[in-house]
């Protein structure tokens, strides 16, 4: 014996409603990936960084690039770091 199952045919509203869902989706995903680039981006902060290390330190302070990475721990990297002396005349570091 075999039986038929008649399944009922999607109307059109709910085709709407899926297209509707996978937009916003998709503009979340498109959204949240932007703010993400741009907070975990750390040349946008490179004032403000420079600013706090300068005031704690009492020394001028710079550096070339900064990057983050995510591994088994987050991880920052800045490289050409240079403190100089008080006077600003020589390398401290």
Known sequence: MFYTVSMKKPSRNSYRYLVIALAILLLLA?????VLNKLLHLDSY?????TE?????????????????????????????????????????
């Open 46 to 50: 490179k004032d403000q960084i420079l």
């Open 53 to 93: 290390l300068q005031k704690s330190l009492n020394r001028t302070v710079t550096y070339d690039k900064g990057t983050i990475s995510h591994g088994f721990t987050p991880s920052f990297t800045f490289s050409g770091v240079v403190v100089l002396e008080k006077d600003g005349a020589a390398n401290f570091v």
């Open 30 to 34: 498109g959204g949240g990936a932007f």
